[in-house]
């Protein structure tokens, strides 16, 4: 079937505005929190984390008292996540190198450069931190509703993130966030897109693939 030329910045709009303000499903209460479950977060699932986030903050409240964590202290709190020895190390020193929650940098630059924080994670920060969008969020649901929308191409998270800032201006880039809400409601693997509010410009749906 022949390929269809989609005005993106404009399709897009729709996606977004169903979206726009909808909280991360991770349910921080300040941005210390959602920098230590982000972190916790990858490979499990939001719901374990947001049940391990009450203890664990009773714990440790604020990115000082993490720094004077131990491995031993942190690891109870922490065990349901996988790969939670790792992540307790990349907390211990993420706490120890930024010291107060106050110094959270806000830039994706400093943020990839924390322990065990990529792209993917410091997109999300900065969008609970309500700062300027330095890329597309690009996670596991992306993956799927991108490549099925036709916006982008292929299942390298990098080289789809890339493809999307390319294809939309800078002030549409929560489209990410807005995907990702689309793959857990919606165009989840079996997806439903008879309820879709994008079928129409749908490149799986209008058979363009
Ligand atoms: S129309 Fe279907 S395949 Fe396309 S984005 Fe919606 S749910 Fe996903």
Redesign the pocket.
Known sequence: MKKHKIDWPEAIKLLLKKYKNTPHPLEAKNLYQMLVMVVLSAQTTDSIINQLAPDLFNAYPTMQSLSNASIETLLPFIGKARGFRKKGKWLIDIAKEVKKDSNIPLNLQALTKLSGIGRKSANVILRYADAPAEGVIVDIHVLR?AP??GIATGDDATKMEKQIMEVLPQKEWDAGMAMSF??RE???PA???D?????KV????NGWL
């Open positions: 509703v099925r929308l689309l793959g919606i165009c989840k997806p439903e897109c309820k879709c509010l994008m079928n749908c490149a799986y749906y």
